[in-house]
């Protein structure tokens, strides 16, 4: 499970985010490295029992690097101060809708769906959406999906009408998304609480539908 330790060292990080201070503290970096790998590996088992895709996973299949891509980036922050991993059948490099945790002091939260998909699997979407729109509409209304997720992630939204639809569409609003993914906060408690990977994968089995809803889109 992922423990206290996890939470103060990523805490610490955010204050002394230096090459300096990551290897001076690398020992304790590895320890939670370690949990966070069990973690994962459990939590793919759990969401196997309802999404078959994702058993063959592997938990460096899921996992991101804590490093970070400063090539084009302003600031110069050698790391991240969350550790997180996305689940979908491809991986975490795929742009199938999938589901992610991020464990970061603060602002620990569970995601699912498709963040930014390419222009040919965004069309394949919005298609989608546009052929079944109760279908669609059912799965992000049903309870067990408000339950965990209040609405769809308004974040990027275009302000145009998206090329090849009315502004007068009666589902313009979704088909305006340019991300499709829902999202639930956490508190730091609960990612290391002992029922963190139940708790969790309940979330996650409650997003199957519209996961598989955007998976199917893009077949």
């Given amino acids: 499970m992922v423990t206290q330790q996890t939470l103060d060292f990523l805490t610490k990080l955010k204050k002394n985010n230096s090459k300096e201070w990551f290897d001076k503290n690398r020992p304790t ?3 939670i490295k370690k949990d966070f790998k069990s973690f994962v590996t459990d939590l793919i088992l759990s969401i196997s029992k309802f999404d078959s895709s994702v ?3 592997e938990a460096k299949n899921c996992i991101f690097r804590i490093n970070r891509d400063i090539r084009f980036s302003n600031d110069k922050s050698p790391y ?3 550790i997180g991993a996305y689940f979908s059948p491809d991986g975490k490099k795929s742009f199938s809708a999938g589901y992610y945790i991020h464990i970061q002091p603060g602002n620990c939260f569970v995601a699912c769906g498709m963040w930014m998909p390419p222009s040919p699997q965004l069309n394949a979407v919005r298609q989608e959406i546009d052929y079944n729109a109760a279908e669609f509409k059912k799965i992000i209304q049903s309870k067990t999906f408000s339950k965990h997720f209040k609405n769809l992630s308004q974040e990027d939204k275009i ?3 998206p090329k090849g639809y009315d502004k007068s569409h009666p589902e313009i609003e979704l088909l305006k998304l340019k991300s499709f993914i829902a999202i ?4 730091d408690s609960d990612v290391i609480s002992k029922t963190a990977i139940k708790n969790v994968s309940e979330v996650f089995e409650a997003a199957y539908p519209f996961n598989k809803f955007l998976r199917r889109a893009c077949d």
């Fill in 29 to 31: 970096y590895e320890i």
């Fill in 55 to 57: 058993k063959h996973l």
């Fill in 80 to 82: 991240k101060t969350n």
């Fill in 159 to 161: 302000k145009t009408t």
């Fill in 184 to 187: 639930k906060k956490l508190k």
